[in-house]
T-cell receptor, first 118, second 116 residues
């Protein structure tokens, strides 16, 4: 079974600074997706960024970028120029690319609570 | 384009009762997945509906059941509620084809269920 581990329950960053959130995962598959989702106090789970495992290039979305190390099974999220609105719980998630029947679900880590200090 | 919506936003039930939660998928999406998120934890997969049939289930007992309708909206039903069922229930929709999971799942705002 696939597992996702986020070892940092809480992180804080000064406004305008850079912060990196860590994620590791365990899988025997070669084709999969990795995601970072953000969940603010409003509870809505919002997609931040997505990475296809077959792509060597790291995904970027404006101030958000990832460091994807497939061999190490590591997938960290870097937030540059942190803003107050970035404060939220961040979840790392894994999803198998191919499946027959079941196993199309997202497997989530336990989350990292990010605080942005003014 | 309409996003994923869920109703109700909050619900209070007592142990042993039954509850139905509803989800409307995003326009153009054909698949709905349900997740349970206990306080302070990541979401846990309950089950997924694709073309009106259950297409995978996580480690949840049969008293958790669901439906998907022709318009791809979905219901989650929980019978014989237990205190541990208190959680945020999230619905996510996506566009799937048989055999591959190419598309991202987009989440609704959730239903907060409290069982007393």
């Amino acid at each position: 079974a696939q597992t996702v581990t986020q070892s940092q329950p809480e992180m804080s960053v000064q406004e305008a600074e850079t912060v990196t959130l860590s994620c590791t995962y365990d899988t025997s598959e070669s084709d999969y997706y990795l995601f970072w989702y953000k969940q603010p106090p409003s509870r809505q789970m919002i997609l931040v960024i997505r990475q296809e495992a077959y792509k060597q290039q790291n995904a970027t979305e404006n101030r958000f970028s990832v460091n994807f190390q497939k061999a190490a099974k590591s997938f960290s999220l870097k937030i540059s120029d942190s803003q107050l609105g970035d404060a939220a719980m961040y979840f790392c998630a894994y999803r198998l690319f191919y499946s027959s029947g079941s196993a199309r679900q997202l497997t989530f880590g336990s989350g990292t609570q990010l605080t942005v200090l003014p | 384009e309409t996003g994923v919506t869920q109703s109700p936003t909050h619900l209070i039930k007592t142990r042993g009762q039954q509850v139905t939660l509803r989800c409307s998928s995003q326009s153009g999406h054909n698949t709905v997945s349900w997740y349970q998120q206990a306080l302070g934890q990541g979401p846990q997969f309950i089950f997924q509906y694709y073309r009106e049939e259950e297409n995978g289930r996580g480690n949840f007992p049969p008293r958790f059941s669901g439906l998907q309708f022709p318009n791809y909206s979905s219901e989650l039903n929980v019978n014989a509620l237990e205190l541990d069922d208190s959680a945020l229930y999230l619905c996510a929709s996506s566009l799937e084809t048989s055999g591959s999971a190419r598309e991202t799942q987009y989440f609704g705002p959730g239903t907060r269920l409290l069982v007393l």
